[in-house]
């Protein structure tokens, strides 16, 4: 779907099909042949500067949508439907006055593809929350699904913060343009910083919860070592006793005596209750 708008003295050319590309670009006065490069090869935020044309190339957690602005001509380049296509969609039907300006309306949809990275991490960051909660109040190692779906939060939580990175790398370039204000470009900068900070602080709460279910195995295990040392202890030592008792020795107390075998047995017996109570009393069993 294509759509050529005419807001002030901006031309607007929105498009969803990227089929020939290059043509339907370089028809509108844009340099096609390279921003369609620019979109094949290029999966990182980052902005170009290609015969006068600025290429704000904008990907965040699988969502593409490239600006390319020449003078007073804008065209606007998506796959599908993102979340920032549809507020710029949104902003032409209403007819937004910072349309007029390609300088003014790159730094709004800037704003707006930050704006929307944060309120993504703001959820991921309330479900991380309320599984760290739930974890701190009831430690278990049962959890291992829940552990894992936490696992790939992290890796989408570094691949946010990478992402970030390199569009740190788009505003200090931007700076080096006359198409947006110093305080405009302060103000981009404070808000990458900000979701940034926002980033590291959901990563510190996933790794919290790893940090949780690590020290419950360990919990775990060491219980389970306790136990096998203590029954270790009780059977060695049953085992020495019963040892002595088949030595081949002529006279050994009580080898004689009509209930012998019984004592032996009943004070075995006796020994393992009393072993295990006192392994179970210090937390072993």
Excluded at 2 to 12: F, M, V
Excluded at 103 to 108: A, D, K, S, V, W
Excluded at 193 to 199: A, G, I, M, N, R
Excluded at 247 to 272: D, E, Q
Aim: zero cysteines; charged letters at 25%; aromatic letters at 10%.
């Amino acid at each position: 779907m294509a759509r050529r708008r005419k807001l002030g003295e901006a031309i607007y050319y929105i498009t969803t099909k990227t089929d020939n590309l290059a043509e339907k670009l370089t028809k509108i006065g844009l340099p096609g042949e390279q921003i369609e490069q620019i979109w094949i090869e290029e999966d990182v935020p980052d902005v170009y500067f290609v015969d006068g044309a600025i290429i704000a190339d904008l990907n965040f957690m699988d969502e593409s949508t490239l600006i390319a602005i020449k003078k007073n001509t804008v065209a606007v380049v998506a796959e599908e439907e993102t979340e920032l296509l549809r507020w710029i969609k949104n902003s032409i039907k209403r007819r937004r006055k910072f349309l007029q300006n390609p300088g003014t309306f790159l730094y709004r949809a800037i704003k707006k593809q930050l704006d929307i990275i944060h309120d993504r991490v703001s959820e991921i960051h309330k479900a991380v929350t309320r599984v760290e909660k739930t974890m701190a109040k009831n430690l278990r190692t049962t959890d291992t699904e829940m552990v894992l779906n936490v696992y790939d939060v992290l890796l989408q939580l570094h691949d946010v913060r990478r992402e970030l990175a390199y569009f740190w790398k788009v505003v200090m370039k931007l700076r080096k343009t006359p198409i947006l204000k110093p305080e405009e470009i302060e103000d981009i900068k404070g808000d990458v910083h900000e979701v940034l900070s926002f980033v590291g602080l959901t990563i510190k709460s996933a790794n919290s919860i790893l940090d949780l279910h690590d020290r419950a195995l360990s919990m775990e295990l060491n219980l389970l070592i306790k136990r096998l040392t203590a029954i270790s202890i009780i059977l060695a030592v049953i085992t020495i006793i019963t040892g002595i008792y088949g030595m081949n020795f002529r006279y050994i107390p009580l080898a004689n005596h009509p209930y012998g075998f019984w004592i032996i047995n009943g004070f075995l017996v006796l020994l393992y209750v009393g072993m295990w109570w006192w392994f179970r009393r210090i937390g072993w069993m």
